[in-house]
C-alpha cells in the first residue's frame, strides 16, 4: 500500500514519518511519535480526550486525517510545558484537585488552555461552553472548572502565582487539600495507561464477537484468517487448557463461548496479528455457524416456567436469591393506619469510564504468564486465570496498570483470558485495546432493578413494617450479580429502623448485556425506592419530608435490618447538613407554594444557556418556558 | 476504521476537479471529515474502505466569502466555527451564529464546514434550516473540456432525502450562496440530549424583519429540520405573519398552524409537538435578537429589547 511522508512541526520539533494514507493525526501522535498522552476514548469525536493544537486551533486527533495536518505546527499535551515547569493550567489542575482517574485530563487541560488563549477574560459560561466537547466521568466537572477559573485568574494577574502552590497541612489532614500525589503525571499527559504502553514485536489482538443473544455454535471455522499472512494467532475457546470459568462470585462465564452465545456482543474468537487492520481482516474471515434459540429479554419471563434455560447449572434461571427477614410483617402492617404500596423500575446504565479496556499479555523468560491491565481485581483475576490456563499460582502475575476510570466496571474478566492465551501461543507480548463500541457492548452495565414495594406507618410517621421485592436483570453471565444483590438487600429499607421487614433480592439470568458491579453496587436502585417511598409517605400523612426521616432514622442501639446493633450512627447531622445545605422549607413537599425560596438558589444548577459569545444574545430563560 | 489507498490534497479547483473525476467509484470527498471518520465505525458503516479520498480544504478558491448583488457568497472552506468569530458573517447571516454554537463544539467546528454539512444531507443537520430561511442555493463545478462550469441549486431542491443530493459525480460543490440578512433578527432551535455534541432530534430557524416601530412584521423565514427526509421551509406561517401586527397570540396561532402542515408528514406526536413551540420559539427569539428595533406587542404591555 502506497505510505505517505508526514512532515510537520511537533512540539517545537520538525518530524517526519511515513504513514498510511489513511492514518488520523491521532494514529501520527500515538503510535509514530509516541506521545501517548493524547488518548483515545472513543474515536469518534466525542470524548475530547485526543484535543491538540494544529496551527493554534484545537481540533479532536481522532477526526482528522493525517495528512490534513501536513505541514502544520502541532502542539500536544508534552509540550505544553515540555520539560520545564508545568503551565499554570496544569498547576491549577493539580492544585484543585481536578484529575482523578486523569484519563480525560491531557484533553481536558488542552480544552482549557485553548479557552484561555482564545479568550483569556472569558466568564464561566463561556468556559463551560469551550470545554463542552470533553467529557470527564470521575469529577462532575466542579474541580474542573475551578481550576480553569484560578488559572485565569492567575494568567491575568488578578491572582499571585502562590495560590497554585501546596496548601499548608495543620495538625490534621481531614479537611485539609492535601496535593494528589499522582496529578502531575496526569496534567502532562505523561502517566502511561494500558493502550499507551509499547513492548518491543508486540502483536495486537482482535476479537470477534456475537452478533445474536442467545444461539448454540455448531462450527467455527478459522482457517482463512489463520492462513492470512501477518496473522499470528487466530484462538477460540478449544485453546483452553485449564477449568474455563470466570466471575466475580459464580464462576459461569467462559473467557469465549463455549458451545453457544448468551449475549449480543459476547468474544467468540481472538485473532492476534502483527497489526490491529489485519486482525480486523482476520475477524471477518472466520466462519461461525450458529443455530439461534429462544432468548430472554425481559427478567420477569425468565422466572415464568418452561422458560429457556440459558446455563445448565441454573434451571430456573437464577442468579442469586437474598432473603432477609426481620420481626413480622403479618404483625406490622396489622398495625399501621396507613399502608402504601409501589412499583418502581430502573434502567441499565453503561458506566462509561474514558479510558476503554486494554491489556498486555506477555509470557517471561520463566514462564510466568504476566497480563497488565486496569483490572479493579487483579488478586482474583490471578487466582481465575491460573485455574484457566492450568498453571500454579506462581506462574501467573498481574499488573495493575492506571485506571482510566472503573466505577465497578473492570472488576470482570472480559478479555485477560484470551490475551493470556494469545501470549501464551505465540510467546510475543499481545495488545488489545478496545474500541468504545467494543467497550459499550461487552462490559457489565447496572442491573435494572424492578422492586415492589409495601410499607406499612402510623399515623405519626413511623414505619410498622416493609415488605421489600426486588428482580434484577443479571444478563447472560453472574458476574457481580450476587454481590450486588447482597448489598441490595442489606441497604434495601434505607437508614431507617424498621422492626417487621420482609425483603428479597433476586438477579436472574437473560440474555441480555451481563449486569455487573456500579457505584454503589445495588444500593442505588433500592434507595430510589425506598426514599421514593418516604417523601411519598410524607405527602400521605402531611408531615415534612426531613421529620419522618427523624421519626425513622437509625439511632445509637438501632437494630439494622440484619439485625447488627448499631455502635454509631450519624444520620441526623446527616438530615441537618442536608436541610441546612438545601435551605429547605418545613412543610408537607407537596403543598408548598409556588414561590418557594428554597427553589432556584445560588447552588442550583441553572438550565443549559448557550451563546456565552453571541453579542446581544439572550441567556435568560424564555418566559413560556419558566415552570408555573 | 477507514482506510483508503491514496489521500489527496489539491491546491487548485482545476486541479481538484480533475483528480475527483478520475477517481474510482466508492471514493469520496473530504472536507472538515468529522462525519466520515465516526461513520466507518460500528454501529454506523463499519469498516469501510475506499479507494480515494479526495480533501478540498486546500483548494484556494474556495477560501473566503464575498459579497455580491445583495447576497452572500460562502466559499466552501467556510467552518462553522467562522459564524462564531467573524464579526461580519454574524451581523449578516444573523441565523447563523445561533445554529453553530449549537453545532457539535468548538473543536468539531474548526474543521466542520458549513458545505460539507449540506452535501451529506443529513435530515437531522443543523445547517440545513439555517441556510433554507437564509433562501440558500449551493454552487456546484465540474470540468467540462478541461473548463470549470459551475451551476447552482437551491438547497431545498439540492437535498433529496437522506444522503441524497443532486450532485454529480464529477461536481463538487464551491460554494453556498445566501441572502443578506443584514438588520434581521435570527434566531435556531434544537432539541437534544445536551449542550455540546449531541445531533438534532428536531431543529428549526428563524429571521425576521419588522417595520422600524417593532409593530408589523415585514419579513418572517421559518425553516425546520428533522421532521421529515427534506428540508421543510414553512411558506404558509411566513405569509400569514407577513405584513401582520406582531402578538403573542398571533404568534402562538401560526405556530399551531405549522404544526398541522407538518404533522402530515411525520408520524410522530412528539415531533409534532415540538414544532408548535419550536416555530413560536423561533420567532419570539429572532424579534428579540433583531438589531435596533424595540418591538411592540399588540396583546401585552410587555417589550422585548434586543
Known amino acids: ?628 | 476504521m477507514l482506510t483508503c489507498d491514496a489521500y489527496h490534497m489539491p491546491g487548485s479547483l482545476t486541479e481538484a476537479l480533475k483528480l475527483w473525476s478520475e477517481t474510482s467509484d466508492g471514493s469520496r470527498l473530504v472536507s472538515g471529515a468529522t462525519d466520515i471518520l465516526p461513520w466507518a465505525r460500528e454501529g454506523r458503516a463499519g469498516d469501510v474502505h475506499v479507494p480515494e479520498l479526495v480533501d478540498v480544504t486546500r483548494i484556494a478558491e474556495l477560501d473566503g466569502y464575498a459579497f455580491e448583488n445583495g447576497r452572500v457568497r460562502l466559499g466552501a472552506r467556510t467552518v462553522y466555527q467562522d459564524f462564531l468569530t467573524d464579526r461580519i458573517l454574524m451581523q449578516n447571516l444573523p441565523c447563523m451564529p445561533h445554529c453553530a454554537i449549537w453545532f457539535a463544539d468548538d473543536q468539531i467546528r474548526t474543521q466542520a464546514s458549513l458545505t460539507g454539512n449540506l452535501v451529506n444531507a443529513s435530515p437531522v443537520a443543523d445547517g440545513t434550516p439555517a441556510v433554507v430561511a437564509l433562501n440558500g442555493e449551493i454552487e456546484l463545478a465540474r470540468l467540462d473540456s478541461g473548463k470549470i462550469v459551475r451551476r447552482s441549486v437551491p438547497v431545498i431542491d439540492f437535498i433529496e432525502g437522506p444522503g441524497q443530493t443532486r450532485i454529480a459525480r464529477d461536481e463538487i460543490a464551491t460554494a453556498i450562496i445566501l441572502d443578506n440578512a443584514s438588520g434581521y433578527g435570527g434566531s435556531f432551535q434544537k432539541v437534544g440530549q445536551r449542550r455540546s455534541l449531541v445531533i438534532s432530534i428536531a431543529c428549526a430557524a428563524g429571521l425576521v424583519k419588522t417595520d422600524h416601530n417593532g409593530r408589523v412584521f415585514d419579513d418572517v423565514r421559518l425553516a425546520i429540520g428533522g421532521v421529515g427526509p427534506r428540508p421543510i421551509r414553512l411558506t404558509e406561517a411566513e405569509q400569514a405573519l407577513k405584513g401582520a401586527r406582531i402578538s403573542h397570540e398571533r404568534i402562538a396561532h401560526v405556530a399551531q398552524t405549522a404544526a398541522d402542515t407538518v404533522g402530515s408528514r411525520s408520524r410522530q406526536e412528539y415531533r409534532r409537538e415540538v414544532v408548535v413551540n419550536f416555530v413560536r420559539a423561533a420567532i419570539e427569539d429572532a424579534l428579540a435578537n433583531q438589531p435596533n428595533v424595540t418591538i411592540s406587542f399588540e396583546d401585552t404591555e410587555e417589550e422585548a429589547h434586543a
Open chain 1, 1 to 628: 500500500m502506497p505510505k505517505l511522508t508526514m512532515d510537520a512541526e511537533v512540539n517545537g520539533r520538525k518530524v517526519r514519518r511515513e504513514i498510511q494514507p489513511y492514518s488520523r493525526l491521532l494514529d501520527f501522535l500515538r503510535d509514530n511519535l509516541n506521545l501517548t498522552g493524547t488518548k483515545e476514548g472513543c474515536g469518534a469525536g466525542e470524548c475530547g480526550t485526543c484535543s491538540v493544537f494544529v496551527n493554534g486551533k484545537l481540533v479532536k486527533s481522532c477526526l482528522m486525517p493525517a495528512a490534513k495536518a501536513q505541514g502544520t505546527r502541532i502542539e500536544t499535551i508534552e509540550g505544553l510545558a515540555g520539560l520545564g515547569d508545568l503551565t499554570p493550567v496544569q498547576r491549577a489542575f493539580h492544585k484543585t484537585g481536578a484529575s482523578q482517574c486523569g484519563y480525560c485530563i491531557p484533553g481536558m487541560v488542552m480544552a482549557a488552555t485553548a479557552a484561555l488563549r482564545e479568550n483569556p477574560g472569558a466568564d464561566i459560561e463561556e468556559i463551560k461552553e469551550r470545554l463542552g466537547g470533553n467529557i470527564c466521568r470521575c469529577t462532575g466537572y466542579t474541580k474542573i472548572f475551578e481550576a480553569v477559573e484560578m488559572a485565569k485568574a492567575v494568567i491575568a494577574g488578578d491572582a499571585p502565582e502562590t495560590v497554585l502552590e501546596e496548601d499548608k497541612v495543620g495538625d490534621s489532614y481531614i479537611g485539609a487539600n492535601v496535593r494528589r500525589l499522582d496529578a502531575p503525571s496526569k496534567v502532562s499527559g505523561r502517566l502511561k495507561y494500558a493502550a499507551d504502553m509499547k513492548m518491543h514485536d508486540m502483536l495486537q489482538m482482535q476479537v470477534l464477537r456475537s452478533p445474536l443473544a442467545h444461539a448454540k455454535i455448531l462450527s467455527i471455522d478459522t482457517s482463512e484468517a489463520e492462513a492470512m499472512e501477518d496473522v499470528v494467532c487466530v484462538i477460540t475457546e478449544e485453546d483452553v487448557p485449564g477449568n474455563d470459568g470466570f466471575g466475580v462470585f459464580v464462576h459461569d462465564q467462559p473467557i469465549m463461548a463455549r458451545g453457544k452465545v448468551r449475549h449480543v456482543g459476547e468474544a467468540i474468537a481472538a485473532v492476534a496479528a502483527e497489526n490491529v487492520l489485519t486482525a480486523r481482516k482476520a475477524l471477518s474471515k472466520i466462519k461461525v455457524e450458529y443455530e439461534a434459540l429462544p432468548g430472554l429479554y425481559d427478567p420477569a419471563d425468565a422466572m415464568k416456567p418452561g422458560a429457556p434455560v440459558i446455563h445448565d447449572y441454573a434451571p430456573d434461571n437464577l442468579v442469586k436469591h437474598i432473603p432477609v427477614r426481620k420481626g413480622n410483617v403479618e404483625k406490622g402492617f396489622a398495625e399501621a393506619d396507613l399502608i402504601l404500596e409501589d412499583d418502581f423500575r430502573t434502567q441499565q446504565v453503561e458506566h462509561a469510564y474514558l479510558e476503554p479496556e486494554a491489556g498486555i499479555a506477555y509470557v517471561d523468560p520463566d514462564d510466568v504468564v504476566v497480563v497488565i491491565s486496569p483490572s479493579q481485581n487483579i488478586t482474583h483475576h490471578r487466582h481465575m486465570l491460573a485455574e484457566i490456563i492450568a498453571k500454579p499460582i506462581n506462574k501467573v502475575r498481574f499488573i495493575m496498570s492506571p485506571v482510566g476510570g472503573g466505577f465497578g466496571g473492570k472488576e470482570d474478566m472480559i478479555y485477560q483470558g484470551m490475551l493470556a492465551l494469545c501470549a501464551m501461543k505465540t510467546h510475543r507480548p499481545v495488545q488489545l485495546n478496545f474500541t468504545r463500541e467494543e467497550s459499550l457492548i461487552a462490559s457489565a452495565k447496572r442491573h435494572p432493578a424492578r422492586i415492589h414495594y409495601k410499607m406499612g406507618l402510623t399515623l405519626n410517621g413511623r414505619i410498622t413494617a416493609i415488605s421489600f421485592d426486588m428482580l434484577s436483570d443479571g444478563g447472560a453471565y453472574g458476574m457481580s450479580s450476587e454481590g450486588v444483590m447482597r448489598k441490595a438487600a442489606i441497604l434495601s429499607c434505607g437508614p431507617y429502623e424498621v422492626k417487621n421487614l420482609k425483603v428479597d433480592t433476586r438477579a436472574v439470568y437473560t440474555n441480555n448485556t451481563p449486569s455487573g458491579a456500579f457505584r454503589t453496587f445495588g444500593a442505588m436502585q433500592a434507595q430510589f425506592a425506598t426514599e421514593s417511598m418516604m417523601d411519598m409517605a410524607a405527602e400521605a400523612l402531611g408531615m415534612d419530608p426531613f421529620e419522618i426521616r427523624r421519626i425513622n432514622m437509625m439511632k445509637i442501639g438501632a437494630k439494622t435490618h440484619t439485625q447488627q446493633t448499631l455502635e454509631t450512627a450519624s444520620l441526623d447531622r446527616v438530615l441537618e447538613a442536608a436541610e441546612t445545605a438545601s435551605r429547605w422549607e418545613k412543610g408537607v413537599p407537596n403543598v408548598r407554594g409556588a414561590e418557594r425560596d428554597d427553589l432556584n438558589g445560588p447552588d442550583t444548577r441553572q438550565p443549559c444557556t448557550l451563546g456565552a459569545r453571541i453579542k446581544g444574545s439572550r441567556n435568560e430563560t424564555h418566559p413560556y418556558e419558566k415552570v408555573a
